[in-house]
């Protein structure tokens, strides 16, 4: 006998090292270590949630109760994915192109970016889910109520509750630590799915380990426990053929549908070819999951006392056999079973959630539209986070005011009933062009509500949510109504009414409504992308050129995806045209582009609203429609290829044009920068000639003679440092520049940068934001030259930003081997068409500071980083002016002589 | 009488160093450093000459120059553009005739800037 | 100027890669059938106890299908390495 309080000691020591693990691999992950951390095995094995505590605990009770049954309930999963090729393939296919964050989302980006089929599948996925959550608990609570009380088959609990709320709390932790790092849900959870690699591991060798003891230390072998089958109350297989096909077609479909299941098998797959291996070792692992689950219960049914539960088999058995170690890894296996389907399941769940209902909410709710959406990652990671929390909250209400009723057991195949009604919408949308939304809404409410009718509601029992009478006689004595024997018919097991009649009706009016519809152009459009996912481009654009300006898309982004990551898209999608810089052209497939990757956060519907808000009344173009039109695929082939290279003329013809602007402005500069000089060079002169003339007139008073020559002095003064700037960028443009590296801390040239341009406009206030812990790092480079760019960013913010109460943000880390310091101001900024220009010798901006330079500085700024193996960037979209210097964290030259 | 110069520079040295030189020569000088309130001033001060700046904060000085020569109260009003640019640069022809607008490099000679205000003011 | 249709006979590794994508696509008729078959039998109408029997095929069938879907997931991986080059997925949707 274990004592209690050692089970909850590996308990804790078990969460523990989930932990270590989860944190592990998001490390891993980070550092860009995580092939194998993306391996096939670890997919499938994430696969395994599909094993929940009710496979685990539930499978030998449901054994003991009617034979061989039990296995439909993994021979469906079986069957999908040996036909992986089919549907599986196309599924993770497209939810690889659209960025598809949850099953809501992929019906909602199907049918035209609804987001009220979102809102539905939320509803539906919510609502089936809960109880099976409740399940879970009250596995883990039973089986902990197993070893707390004296007896080993005993019910009595000190504290039932207490367990629920203690395991709810610390998985809604768990979660909402792992699960929410990234708002991009189509990002990979390493640290969850490795953690859930774990659990799939323990939970296998837990039952293996359990049904070898049963067979070979109870019974005495294969041949001893056939006899024993024989002989024991379940001895004929009472199959019921059509409960047989049935319940293994719900399997399948549910394998499909589940939320938690489309998380792992389509969210998180990182690649296509993973399903190769799942399509066997999938099956495989669900077969050594249900290998001894006969044994187990008929040697239960044997040797156990009457009366005891046989869904605790598992744990009972070795217990009443003084194998208290094997309960334990029972236990823990058990607990694993649990754990890992609530945590999928509610990050699956909370993503829905927050991007189908609280997202949208908001963005409606909120003055100024989705126009200025500000932060809107802070608000979904919150929404989500708070979701997690919720949803693990309804799990245990349910358990709490269900108490842990028998009706759970019936549970989870009646949530799997419930997430199969999407199963029509879902196929449909994937193989026929021709669903439409209103088909698949009416589809979906119609099963939804049959099955919420005929089967959800009884389950509570007679009185419990549908009064006895209804049940018996109908509502208001409608015989033909009521829940169990709808349309008259009688007899048939309520399970299999059910799903038949709301199955079959959802599909009905499915087809009918998606034949009598017509669908809009982006339902259209939508469709043959999902239908033709295979075909390498459809060649269909959803947005054309309407004007929009890539600075606000990126602000827009930045509030979304975050700044970091927002500009590291933008810029790759400016080179990608071509083009140098954070801005691209707003070509229509960058807007598509752009809007698949906010879909991959706040989900397609929201994404699509807030683009079109920018990109209004363009989103689709007469041209596009005859395309979704065209039938003939030679047609729509040979337009690809066409496409295809007049893009990549597209591409040269913009990389040529800049070319040759840089050209024609190279020329046009050369001019200006004579004309420049002369005009920098006369005006110091002039005054220095006027007052060396009025100096030489005699009768002057002293105290003028005295100022005028100080003026001289100031003039000459500046003359000098314009000449001196001027040889320096001839000297740093010619590459001759002699570099003196050395190393230093980056927080003092800071430090060092500010106090220097603390003259510049001594008497504003000037307010820095910095973030010192973060700034000490050490670079190695001509520490002199990099002050220099510091010092000139620093009082360039301090003479031009025109803000009431100026700021300085200055952000420093390091990414990828190189230091990047922002420094970014709340001025009004540079006007796009100047952006281009400030780093070009003279590109003074406003004339009204003379103090300053002649307009070299940033164009000395520039060659400096050159120098030195960086540069510095402009960076739009930031509320004011905005700068970027980038550099090696050493130079590239010690670097390479270091490799070598 | 006859003897006001409005003064349009930015650069406050060379400012000065015109306010200075044309002071002693008995003028009396307003000034102004910007472009953009240029013509607001000419017609509320109604000087008998205006010393123009080009390069100007605002407004460019050939800008100015071209509104009051469309302004036929202004039109007739004598202009001494002064400029740091090369000269060829310089439009041939300046707008106006009759030796009403005249053009000087920077850096000037102080005599000639003189001269040149007292011959255009016709003083 | 790449051919407007596709052509009408292959090269062996692309033919071969065809008919594997074809086995793909019925081994999911061939699980239903294997697991279906029970139906068949009518167990509780037998006299004799059947669940014994029936637990041995069930799982006889089920590694039947695992080593089925291993060969042919292989299979088809070389098959899809060799024949890079046809176009991947002619045959896209249904």
Known sequence: MVPFNILVAVCLAYVCLLFVVAFAAERRAEQGLARWLRSPVIYTLSLSIYCTAWTFYGAVGYAARSGLEFVTIYLGPTIVMAGWWVILRKLVRIGQAQRVTSIADLISSRYGKSNLLGVIVTLICVVAATPYIALQLQSVTLSVGVFASETPEGWALPDQGATALWVAGGLSIFTILFGTRNLDANERHHGIVMAIALEAVVKLVALLAVGIFVVWGIAGGIGDVIDRVNASPIADWPLKPARWMGLTFVAAAALLALPRMFQVMVVENSDERHLATASWAFPLYLMLMSLFVLPIAVVGLGTMPEGANPDLFVLTLPLANGQGKLAMLAFLGGFSSATSMVIVCSIALATMVSNHVVTPLWLSMRQGGVRAPGDVRGLVLMSRRVSIAAILALGYTYYHLSGGSAALAAIGLISFAGVSQILPAMLGGIFWRGATRVGAALGLSVGFGIWLYSLYLPSFGPDGLLSARILAEGPAGIGWLKPQALFGIEGLDPLLHAVFWSLSLNTAVFVGASLLTFPNPVERMQGLAFVNAFDQDPGVRGWSRGGVEAEDLLTMSQGILGADEAQEFFQAEAARQGKGGFLPETTPEFIERLERRLAGSVGTATAHAMISQFAEGAAVSAQDLMAVASEAQQILEYSTQLEAKSEELARTARALQEANDKLKDLSVQKDTFLSQISHELRTPMTSIRAFSEILMDPELPGAMQQKYAEVIHEETIRLTRLLDDLLDLSVLENRKVQLTIKAANLHDLLDKAVQAASNTRPERSFVYNRDTAAEHMPVITDTDRLLQVFINLVSNARKYCDAERPELTILTRKRGGRIIVDFIDNGTGIPRESQRLIFEKFARLTDTQRAGGAGLGLAICREIMVNLGGNILYLPGQGGAAFRVSLPVKPESQQSAEAA | ?123 | MPASKPPKFLARNSYRRRRMIDAARVLPLVASFLFFIPVLWRPSETPEPDTARGWIYIFAAWVVLIVAALVLSRLLERAGRGADEVADDAEGAP
Do not use: C
């Open chain 2, 1 to 123: 009488m006859g003897r006001h110069v409005l003064l349009i520079e930015d650069e406050p040295h060379i400012a000065e160093a015109i306010r200075y030189i044309l002071t002693r020569d008995g003028w009396a000088v307003t000034s102004l450093d910007e472009g953009g309130a240029a013509l607001a001033a000419i017609r509320r001060e109604v000087p008998d000459i205006v010393v123009l700046d080009v390069k100007l904060p605002g407004r460019s000085g050939y800008e100015i120059l071209d509104d009051m020569r469309a302004d036929p109260a202004l039109s007739g009003l004598p202009v001494l553009v002064l400029s740091a640019n090369l000269p060829r640069e310089v439009p041939a022809a300046l707008p106006g005739r009759g030796g009403l607008s005249r053009f000087l490099a920077k850096p000037f000679a102080n005599a000639d800037v003189l001269a040149a205000v007292r011959q255009m003011a016709g003083a």
